[in-house]
């Protein structure tokens, strides 16, 4: 009878510790995954503190402090504005530039020249990268401030503000230089293009002259087999042709 108790109770103990276990392992990694944040974050502090190019006076630490509260609730509403431009605006470049490919490949499908195209389209994706990756550590910087402990280290508020400026600063002229080079450079590419699939359509659709027949019996010419004496009319667009456009 013992054997059979025993046999029970290590049937229904079994479960308990399985799930006892899974969720031991679930806490661990849950807290080895918030001390890699913190510590990651420490690291991104320290980086800002040591770019600060004016060290602020205790005084200005100590009124900072005072202020810590009001100054995070900001920026943590802040963030929740940055973090849904940064996604549509990376993703809005993105499409431009898979576009672009896209645009690229039925060029060349059609023997139309895409080397100038090839070029402006590797230059903005090179602009595009850089942007995205300026973007996410404006967005970092400003996530960083709002969260870390201000009251004991307003130091670390300044810095990592004064980093998420520095970062603005870039994002500015870089979304200047990729505007430039999508309405100045990509659309004056686009337009030469065009003009090329008209030229490559005018020429599948010419039709080649031919003499005036003569009649077979009279050896005259028959003037109701002549041409019309005006010109074919020839359509200025390309018929079923790939119109090029880019949008910003």
Known sequence: ????????????????????????????SSDAHVVAQQGNMQQRVEQYKSSLQNQPSKGDLDKLKLRCSVA????????????????????????????LDTLIQALKAKSIATTTLEQNSKDLKAKTDVFA?????????IEDASSLDCANDPLALMASIESARGNHVKLIQEVADIRNEINNVIKTTLKQVKDDLVTQQKASTATPATDNPANPTTGTVDNNSQPNSQSPDISTQPQGGVTPNATQ
């Open 133 to 141: 990756t300026d973007m996410v550590s404006f967005s970092q910087a």
């Open 72 to 99: 995070q609730d900001r920026l943590k509403t802040f963030n929740t504005k940055v973090v849904g431009i940064k996604q549509k605006r990376i993703d809005a470049y993105n499409s431009i530039n898979k576009s």
């Open 1 to 28: 009878m013992n054997k059979y108790i025993k046999f029970l109770l290590a049937v229904l103990l079994i479960p308990i510790t399985v799930v006892i276990a899974l969720f031991t392992a679930q806490i661990l």
